[in-house]
């Protein structure tokens, strides 16, 4: 059995540890966090074993009383994977480490580029990621941007994208972030760094996308372009976005649903752990085809769980566990319990 440990026990890392205990081909050895808090204290009880970064850290959990298996260096000696999910620019610190264990590492979007040999999104890439040692899982923006993009072009030939990204201002937890009063320019100038980052997974698109921050914590929502080389009526984009995994279709009317508060509202209702939405919710209603070839839509997006099915895949390709993407990602799902097609009339 293959034993990866998750390092960095945050929004992401909880979440992709949860995910790991439901695969029947990878398991999770331990998770490695700083301070003993209610996180450590919930993993010990939950029957996770917490490994500490040093000693420093040692200490401050026998002082607290909560249970430490051991050191990071301890438990990089018997794994054979990482999920580094430490705030953006840790990750990098510890890449050495992983090279001088000969561990495979998947790191977050938080990440530069260049931390990896591959940003990676299973629908878009998963061969170029097979058996390489460092793969990036970009962020929950760009997974979103890549899921519906690359599902689009299985089917059609995609000629450019535009997109206008309304990020959430902080994930719940994050009170240091707020109150915010404000629709904030994320950035001022334009274009925003997400299609720069879609282009790290396609290189050759043309995309151009502007982002703006407003207070709300639940989802991201998107407004998007898609241009299209051959001419496709809404039917036929229905039809592709039914059958495309990790992607559903939410009936703003059937559902008496139009809102991210409301849609967040159905998944804590559906009882799935934590409210997580792995699938990108794409708003039935807003599919609308001009002139047959420029398809514009507005997408939803869980921004603290829509990249944990990726990390699951990440691994299966870094230890060329299976060799097939679409195979590892109907695996990863059927474990996770993703819906596809329309929410709540496919489930
Ligand atoms: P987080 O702050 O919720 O969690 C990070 C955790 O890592 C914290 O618990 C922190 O204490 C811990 N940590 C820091 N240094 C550590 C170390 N040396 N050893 C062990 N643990 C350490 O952050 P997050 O939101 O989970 O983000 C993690 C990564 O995932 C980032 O790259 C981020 O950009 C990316 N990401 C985040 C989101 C999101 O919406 N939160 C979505 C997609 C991707």
Redesign the pocket.
């Known amino acids: 059995m293959i034993k990866v440990l998750v ?8 979440r992709g540890a949860w995910a790991l205990r439901r695969q029947s081909d990878l398991t999770l050895y331990g998770v ?4 003993p808090d209610y ?1 450590a204290i919930l993993a010990v009880k939950s029957g996770i074993d917490v490994y ?2 040093g000693e420093e850290e040692l200490r401050a959990f026998e002082e607290s009383g909560v249970r430490v298996a051991g050191l ?1 260096d301890d438990a990089l000696g018997r794994v054979d994977a990482v999920v580094d ?7 990098r ?2 890449k050495g480490l992983y090279v001088k264990h000969g561990v495979k590492a998947v ?5 530069a580029p260049d931390v990896a040999q591959v940003s990676f999104n299973p629908l878009c890439n998963y061969s170029e990621a097979l058996g390489k040692d460092f793969i990036r ?1 970009v ?2 923006n760009t ?1 979103a941007l890549l899921r519906l993009i690359c599902s689009l072009n299985r089917y059609f030939t995609v000629d450019r994208v535009r997109a206008v990204i309304v990020r ?1 201002g902080a ?1 719940p ?2 009170v240091r972030r707020g109150p915010i009063n404000a629709i904030v320019l994320n950035p001022p100038k334009l274009p925003s760094h997400h299609g720069v980052d879609v282009k790290t997974v396609l290189p050759w698109l043309d995309i151009q996308t502007a982002a703006f921050a407003v207070p709300t914590t639940l989802m991201h929502t998107h407004f998007i372009q898609v241009f299209l080389k051959e001419g496709v009526t809404r039917e036929d984009v229905v039809r592709v976005l039914e059958g495309s995994p990790r992607i559903v279709l939410v009936g703003a009317e059937a559902l008496g649903v139009s809102s991210t508060a409301e849609l967040a509202e159905v998944i804590r209702d559906m009882g799935r752990a934590r409210g997580d939405m792995y699938e990108l919710a794409v708003w039935e209603e807003s599919v609308t085809v001009i002139d047959g070839r420029e398809v514009m839509l507005t997408q939803s997006v869980h ?2 769980s ?2 944990v099915p990726e990390n699951v895949d990440a691994l299966r390709a870094a230890l060329s566990i299976e060799k097939d993407g679409e195979r590892s990602i109907n695996i990863t799902d059927t474990a996770l319990g993703l819906v596809g097609g329309w929410l709540l009339w496919s489930s």
Do not use: H, M, N
């Not at 490695?32 to 301070?35: A, I, L």
């Not at 790191?107 to 990440?111: A, S």
């Open positions: 390092k960095g026990y945050g929004t992401i890392g909880k490695v966090k700083r301070r996180s500490v970064p990071l999910a430490t705030p953006g620019g840790v990750g610190k510890y790191f977050q979007g938080g990440e899982v962020s929950c997974t959430r994930d937890k994050e921004q603290e829509i990249v």
